[in-house]
């Protein structure tokens, strides 16, 4: 486990959701001073302070430790992700499915 990585992961998502990253520690259950012992006397985790904050944070314990998954393509070609995004634009209106469109031509176009 890269700890850098994880108290990262858990800062940049809790920014996301706009709660304090000692608030989510503590309500988690994971303990309110985790990321500070992490930081300070480079302690790990133990895998249930991972996992409960995980779940507080609506994600997977490997996605909050940064280990790199492979997503898993299905018999239709498309990945989960992409299955949910197809869902999602299904439910739009024509006009916001335009703008979407739109969008995504754009950030297509656009060189990195």
Do not use: W
Request: proline content about 4%; charged content about 30%.
């Amino acid at each position: 486990m890269d700890a850098n990585v994880f108290v990262q992961n858990v800062k940049t998502l809790c920014k996301n959701k706009g709660i304090k990253p000692t608030i989510a520690c503590e309500e988690s259950g994971a303990g309110k001073n985790l990321l500070n012992h992490i930081e300070t006397r480079g302690s790990i985790p133990s895998v249930e302070k991972v996992q409960k904050l995980a779940e507080y944070l609506g994600v997977t314990t490997s996605e909050l430790l940064g280990e790199k998954i492979e997503p898993t393509v299905n018999d239709d070609g498309l990945t989960d992700e992409e299955r949910n995004l197809m869902a999602q634009f299904r439910q739009l209106t024509p006009e916001q499915q335009d703008m979407v469109l739109r969008m995504v031509q754009a950030a297509a176009d656009k060189p990195e």
